[in-house]
């Protein structure tokens, strides 16, 4: 893909949410993460947060900052879509470094859409012995194409059933770098 058409993917989207928008979405959503954190007994280990590459990068260093109880972070690296709009088999690059038994473990992710790369993470999480985990999305889309049984437990934006990207959403493998959320 070359800039100019990268150029006119940006110019044929609408800004859904600016950056503004994000950040104070961000903000509120850790405030409800860290009233969830505060429940965790004084002689836990800190909990295991991992952020789902490639998507959750940008939106993990939105939010790590703002939670407030000593974490450890590691990172988890399933897709789907491997650099396409359309969503295959789930693909597994990297499972974390750190041992999930007994840990209290926290996804990030940039998007919950249909749910299977959440819901098959969340698996491979309990399967390894986690104590509980806790999934924490940027946007979940809006539709009826979702199992009813898979939800974030934190969600800062919905957003419409359009294509979206920017704020670590790609297009086509690009665009993730870009400080707002722009639909198709």
């Known amino acids: 893909m070359i800039l100019s058409e990268l ?17 104070q979405a961000i903000s509120a959503q850790a405030n409800k993460i860290n009233a969830q954190l505060e429940k965790l007994p004084e002689n836990s280990e800190p909990p295991l947060i991992l952020p789902v590459m490639n998507g959750g990068l940008i939106y993990a260093g939105q939010l790590l900052p703002l939670i407030q109880i000593p974490v450890q972070v590691d990172y988890i690296h399933a897709t789907r879509y491997r650099n396409t709009t359309e969503g295959f088999d789930l693909e597994w690059k990297v499972y974390p470094q750190h041992e999930l038994l007994n840990r209290h473990v926290i996804l990030l992710d940039d998007i919950l859409d249909e749910g299977m790369t959440l819901a098959a993470i969340v698996k491979y999480c309990e399967e390894q012995g986690a104590k509980s985990v806790l999934s924490a999305v940027l946007v979940t889309k809006l539709h009826n194409r979702r199992s009813e049984t898979v939800a974030a437990d934190f969600s800062a934006l919905d957003v419409p059933d359009r294509y979206v990207f920017g704020y670590g959403m790609d297009y086509k493998g690009h665009l993730r770098n870009l400080n707002a959320i722009h639909a198709l």
């Open 7 to 23: 150029d006119n993917c940006i110019n044929d989207s609408e800004i859904i949410f600016s950056s503004e928008q994000i950040q």
